[in-house]
């Protein structure tokens, strides 16, 4: 059991990549706080957790006090806080065109600003436990797709944050803040995003080797098995670290164009906003 009585908060932990790490830490031995904004989804992930390992805060993570909220539900149930995982996110395509100062301002507030609330609530729990953090950006956060510009911009601003607070909190806090950048992961929302483009049910089956050299594109419980290692004590003293997890080398790597393939490179990359 690498997570052996830890109390985990992981944040849009109702679907996908967050709902598999909650899965996981519980199944490493944590107790976990799960969060979302729908109570059927988050009770079906409650249902796979033994009694007494798992709590369900729905929640709306930009709302005045929510991060207090979320805390104080992990204190009140099980009397500590080891670690955050800051998941919930706005995956939402927008471009020069459609990015107005107000969308931007939207997109922000959930992927960046909320976790940065969450981080410094559960700070003093953190610091007297010499816990850690853990954000779930995206690959996106170098540049991102043309069709990804505001969350782009927010993953962007989530990965800079990751890095000045990993040296920051573990210098006079103790506590260890890392990121970790998925590529394209089969997520729930993703396959119900493809079949509103119009795709089958099985698109994910016959991707180009461009976008999934190995011949399918990552799962959440691949993603929640990297997370192990961060919010465990494994990872020693390391802070503000980027891990991309993606078949390929991001940076650098120029695809062609194929209008074709359109459809398949509106990709998420990032947690889903659960």
Avoid at 128 to 157: R, W
Avoid at 251 to 258: A, E, L, S, T, Y
Wanted: glycine share 10%.
């Amino acid at each position: 059991m690498r997570l052996e009585d830890k109390v985990i908060i992981v944040t849009g932990s109702t679907t996908g990549i967050g709902k598999a790490i909650a899965l996981r830490c519980v199944a490493e031995g944590a107790r976990v706080v799960i969060t979302g904004l729908e109570e059927d989804p988050g009770n079906a992930v409650l249902g796979q957790i033994p009694r007494g390992r798992g709590v369900l805060h729905i929640a709306d993570i930009t709302a005045d006090g929510a991060a207090a909220e979320i805390t104080d539900v992990a204190v009140r149930s099980f009397g500590r806080i080891d670690a955050v995982v800051n998941n919930a996110a706005a995956v939402v395509s927008s471009d020069i065109h459609t990015t107005d100062p107000a969308f931007l301002r939207k997109v922000l507030e959930i992927n960046t600003i909320a976790p940065l609330a969450l981080i410094r609530s559960a700070l003093p729990y953190l610091e007297k436990s010499g816990g850690c953090v853990l954000n779930i950006g995206s690959v996106n956060a170098y540049c991102g797709e043309p069709g990804l510009l505001a969350y782009s911009i927010s993953k962007g601003a989530l990965m800079t944050m990751t890095r000045n607070l990993g040296d920051a909190l573990n210098r006079s806090h103790g506590v260890r803040v890392n990121q970790i950048n998925p590529g394209w992961v089969l997520t729930e929302k993703e396959v119900e995003r493809k079949r509103s483009h119009g795709l089958p049910d099985d698109w994910y089956r016959s991707l180009p080797d461009v976008y999934a050299p190995s011949g399918r594109i990552l799962k959440p419980e691949e993603i929640a098995a990297a997370a192990i290692y961060w919010l465990s004590d494994e990872c020693g003293p390391v802070s503000g670290q980027v891990v991309d997890l993606e078949q390929y080398p991001f940076i650098g790597r120029n695809p062609p164009k194929d209008p074709s393939n359109a459809d398949l490179r509106v990709r998420t990359g990032g947690g889903d906003r659960q």
